[in-house]
């Protein structure tokens, strides 16, 4: 291969390790610190902040309106969003952009506010999801929780009805895995990381927990999803009572007050979807029996797959002997009518009755998204096997930053000297030696970066113990030739 063929490689290269490292370079040493705060932190944290500053925006551009200013350079997002509008309603777009020409290109002020939550919301949301493009900090650097859980088996056969195979303790643990991950979601920690340790071990590595009491409550919770039948007349009455009525209140036990709607025996439960921002929002209000018609924990298995048919989503879940008997005696006396999927006292999903069922359901009349969303729901209502938590170790946050800090520091003076002594020592040799040490260095950082890996306190030393070494074998070749030099050859 020719020196010119050579050196594009070395270029290609550098290429696609820049490429995989600007996504950590710029999280780490561009996006300010206050930001990224904000998006590690919790959808509804990031809908709390976006709704805030969409009020303070537009209230503060409302002040400006009267007063004929040009719009301020940092709203500038919001003159591509008005002149957007400006062209659909075939309007001459304005030379100059004023507060008052920006507020015309909407067509309400709610639409104004929509456009600045908007963008607040869509630039949270894009700076959480670059954080898995990204190379991690580990929880001796940024400090946290480290939880490891191990499957009790015998609770796992006694559900069961017998001994567990090699596939039933392979599907339990994962299903774990799965409503832990989704558990841990929901609580607002900052990509946290779920691992499996060994056969029956989870290891749970949360960075920035500061309450390990409040921690361990939430993995260890049992959830709570249940199928109730749903009252439609019922459901019906409370939604006219509550248009007509609508600073009437819902008591903690499911009634209105001070009026006699809801029946003995039923109660009111509200009926939410996920907003833009992934956080569940409320729809209406739901009429279901205070009797549960079948409990989650008989739920086997949960899965997405397609119409033969139509081609449509059908959800379909299997459930163990006994429920599949309740089930099937729920929906025999209940054929025509409405059940309802609720988790956590919020309806999640309703589908009709058709025919009597018992262990092996179908569910249609969902999107896909909507269908993966009530799938996830069926195998996230409890866990398949007890968790005993078997280690549990807190880490401070202010290490992390020291050993950031000290780590970085021993790089730069190690690189720095191992630099400086090839120069001196070696000239034009040390030179192309300096080069590859460069090249080592960046193309393992990139790989760290370009699959997601953990950044440790260990991975520190050794990269420091990479840059002392790596010039090893330049040494040993270049003092071989220095003798053979000598020997006058």
């Known amino acids: 291969m020719t020196k010119r063929g050579r050196f594009l490689i070395v270029l290609l290269v550098l290429a696609v390790a820049g490429m995989f490292l600007y996504p950590t370079f710029e999280w780490y040493f561009i996006t300010p610190k206050s930001l990224i705060d904000l998006a590690s932190g919790s959808k509804e944290q990031i809908r709390l902040y976006a709704l805030s500053e969409a009020g303070r925006v537009f209230e503060q ?73 990204i190379m991690q900090l580990g929880l001796d650097l940024s400090g946290g929780m480290r939880v490891v859980l191990e499957a009790d088996i015998e609770s796992l056969e006694k559900r069961l009805g017998h001994s567990a195979s090699t596939e039933d303790k392979e599907d339990a643990i994962t299903r774990a895995m799965e409503i832990l991950t989704n558990r841990i979601d929901k609580f607002g920690v900052s990509e946290p990381s779920i691992r499996r340790q060994g056969e029956d071990q989870i290891s749970i590595e949360i960075p920035g927990a500061e309450d390990p009491e409040r921690v361990r409550t939430f993995l260890m919770g049992k959830g709570s999803l249940v199928f109730h039948i749903v009252d439609q007349d019922m459901s019906q009455a409370v939604a006219a009572y509550m248009q007509e009525n609508p600073n009437a209140q819902i008591t903690a036990d499911g009634k209105i007050r001070n009026a006699d709607i809801v029946a003995a025996g039923y109660r009111v439960v509200g009926f939410y979807t996920k907003d ?25 298995q949960a899965t997405v797959s397609s119409h033969p048919i139509t081609g449509k989503p059908v959800v379909n879940f299997q459930l163990d002997r006994e429920g599949g008997e309740i089930f099937f005696k729920l929906t025999s006396e209940n054929v025509d009518k409405t059940l309802a999927v609720v988790m956590d006292d919020k309806v999640k999903t309703m589908a009709n009755i058709s025919e009597a069922i018992r262990d092996s359901v179908q569910v249609t009349g969902f999107e896909r998204t909507e269908a993966n969303d009530l799938a996830l729901i069926l195998r996230t209502a409890a866990l398949p096997v007890d968790l005993v938590i078997s280690t549990q170790q807190a880490i401070g946050a202010a290490l992390g930053e020291d050993s950031i800090a000290a780590g970085l520091k021993a790089i730069q003076i190690g690189f720095l000297l191992v630099i400086a002594f090839m120069l001196v020592w070696y000239k034009g040799a040390g030179f ?45 070749i270049f003092e071989r030739i220095k003798e053979e030099y000598a020997l006058g050859k």
Do not use: C
């Not at 777009?93 to 507020?103: E, G, Q, S």
């Open 61 to 133: 551009l409302s002040t400006l309106r009267e007063s004929g200013e040009p719009v301020p350079e940092k709203y500038g997002f919001l003159i591509k969003a008005a002149e957007k509008n400006y062209k659909l309603e075939k309007m001459d777009i304005p030379k100059m952009w004023t507060v008052d020409a920006l507020f015309k290109g909407f067509s309400s002020q709610k639409e104004f506010f929509t456009a600045i939550e908007t963008h607040y919301r869509d630039m949270l949301l894009a700076i959480k999801d670059r954080n898995k493009d």
């Open 276 to 300: 833009s921002y992934g956080v569940d929002e409320w729809q209406r209000w739901v009429v279901i029996e205070d009797e549960v018609g079948l409990d989650g924990g008989h739920i086997q």
């Open 432 to 476: 192309v030696a300096d080069i590859a040490l460069l090249l080592n260095l960046v193309i393992m950082v990139a790989i760290l970066s370009a699959f997601n890996l953990t950044l440790t306190l260990t991975s520190i030393a050794g990269l420091i113990l990479t840059v002392g070494m790596a010039v090893d074998a330049n040494v040993i």
